[in-house]
C-alpha cells in the first residue's frame, strides 16, 4: 500500500475515525438527566453509527486496488458525511436550551467535522472517477 495512492484514503479514515470516536467522548452529547435521555442521545447514537460506518468502507477503500470501487466507495462516504451534518438539530432534535451541550459542542464539532469529511470524499471521488475515465481503452478501430 503506497502513502501517496491513498492519502485521500487516509485522511478519510481519520476523518471518519474523529468522528466516531469523538461523537461518544470529547463532544458527546448531554447525557442522561433524571433516568431518561433527552433528544440529543439520540443524534449521538445516529452520528457515531454514521461514522462506524464511514470508518469500515475506508477500511474497505484503502484495500480496494479498483478505480471504480474506490470512486463508488467515495461517493458513498461523501453522502454519508453529508448526512451526519444534518443529523443534530435538523434530522434529530436537540435539547430546547441553546446552553446544553449538545448545542454548544456537539453539534457544530459534527457538522465541522462531517463537512471536511464530505470535502476530502468529494475531491477524491471527483480525481478518481477522473483517472477512471482516463484509464478507460478505446481501440482505434471502434465503429463510430
Not at 478519510?12 to 452529547?29: K, N, P, Q, R
Not at 471527483?126 to 465503429?143: G, L
Amino acid at each position: 500500500m503506497k502513502i501517496k495512492e491513498n492519502i485521500f484514503g487516509i485522511a478519510e479514515l481519520l476523518s471518519s475515525a474523529v468522528l466516531t470516536a469523538g461523537s461518544v467522548s470529547v463532544f458527546a452529547a448531554c447525557g442522561e438527566h433524571e433516568g431518561k435521555y433527552m433528544a440529543c442521545h439520540w443524534a449521538q447514537n445516529a452520528v457515531t453509527l454514521i461514522g462506524a460506518l464511514l470508518v469500515i468502507s475506508a477500511l474497505i477503500r484503502l484495500f480496494t486496488r479498483d478505480n471504480g470501487v474506490r470512486a463508488g466507495i467515495a461517493v458513498t462516504q461523501f453522502l454519508f458525511s453529508a448526512a451526519a451534518a444534518l443529523i443534530p438539530g435538523t434530522v434529530i432534535n436537540l435539547c430546547m436550551m441553546e446552553t446544553m451541550r449538545c448545542h454548544t459542542i456537539f453539534k457544530p464539532a459534527v457538522i465541522i467535522i462531517a463537512v471536511i469529511s464530505a470535502a476530502v470524499s468529494g475531491a477524491d471521488a471527483f480525481i478518481t472517477i477522473r483517472r477512471t475515465d482516463r484509464s478507460v481503452y478505446v481501440p482505434e478501430n471502434a465503429a463510430a
